[in-house]
């Protein structure tokens, strides 16, 4: 899942191309999530659908114990 206030900022992009090409279907085609930032498993490939709910609902990778936020610790 992807909360609303990440979904919203500016970086957070729905990509069908990359560096000018459009994507291929190994890389996601027709189009990807990107979330910058975040670790890759959050980058959702082969997105066909989007549902907006008020609960938290654990995606494929969450569900195997993968953290529920993810977000990247970059350090400082």
């Given at each position: 899942?992807?909360?609303?206030?990440?979904?919203?900022?500016?970086?957070?992009?729905?990509?069908?191309?990359?560096?000018g090409?459009?994507?291929?279907?190994v890389?996601?085609?027709?189009?990807r999530?990107?979330?910058?930032?975040?670790?890759?498993?959050?980058?959702?490939?082969?997105?066909f659908?989007?549902?907006?709910?008020d609960?938290?609902?654990?995606?494929?990778?969450?569900s195997l114990?993968?953290?529920?936020?993810?977000?990247k610790?970059?350090g400082?």
């Amino acid at each position: 899942d992807l909360p609303i206030w990440k979904a919203m900022e500016d970086s957070t992009l729905i990509a069908y191309e990359a560096n000018g090409i459009p994507l291929t279907t190994v890389h996601g085609y027709p189009v990807r999530l990107v979330v910058p930032r975040w670790w890759g498993y959050s980058y959702t490939k082969w997105l066909f659908r989007i549902h907006v709910t008020d609960k938290n609902v654990l995606g494929y990778w969450e569900s195997l114990g993968y953290p529920d936020i993810a977000r990247k610790n970059l350090g400082g």
